[in-house]
């Protein structure tokens, strides 16, 4: 079930919450700021989930499509189990990757990296690897510019909150057997 205004900036809106399972949810969005503050990328973000909603919301499918969040949105569900609305954001972040993508409007300067990392440590691990993201890919992309969240992710380290060391999961053989397929699915 989507919202239908039947005005021009609402096809965008529309197509957003069709292509996305439990999209429909994006339209009870309060405007909290809880999915942006929960974010652990959201200082690399040039908008925040919940200005990237308002943007849908307006029909300005170029400026989101072209927005870097959801390449920086590394999966870790932060925002979506914290969000007073239970809004699928990680997955209207796949949503916006898979249309940039087809519209051919991401950067790809940074975008690919970024991706890389992460999926390289999904698939090695079965899970994303905050500090390794870090020093794999922050390190390498404009390292000054990352000087002022060292205390942070110092902070992170010495509260248990950040492993220095990535921990494999359990059945990494079953998830490497499904990514193998999804990928030969997709022609990757």
Request: charged share 20%; proline share 6%; net charge neutral.
């Amino acid at each position: 079930m989507s919202r239908s205004l039947g005005n021009k900036d609402d096809a965008f809106l529309n197509e957003v919450i069709e292509a996305t399972p439990g999209g429909e949810a994006l339209v009870t969005c309060l405007q909290c700021g809880t999915c942006g503050g929960s974010c652990p990328s959201g200082p690399d973000m040039d908008h925040t989930p919940r200005q990237l909603f308002q943007m849908i919301n307006a029909g300005m499918r170029q400026e989101v499509l072209q927005s870097n969040a959801p390449w920086y949105c590394v999966t870790c569900y932060y925002c979506m189990t914290r969000c007073p609305k239970q809004i699928p954001i990680t997955d209207l972040m796949y949503t916006l990757k898979r249309m940039a993508v087809r519209a051919k409007l991401y950067d790809d300067s940074d975008a690919p990296d970024w991706s890389s990392s992460f999926i390289g440590f999904v698939e090695s691990y079965g899970r994303s690897f905050e500090f390794g993201l870090a020093t794999r890919y922050h390190l390498t992309h404009s390292p000054l510019r990352k000087v002022g969240v060292g205390p942070m992710g110092l902070e992170m380290i010495v509260k248990d909150r950040m492993p220095l060391r990535p921990e494999r999961i359990k059945g990494i053989d079953q998830l490497r057997t499904i990514l193998d397929t999804a990928k030969s699915l997709e022609g990757v």
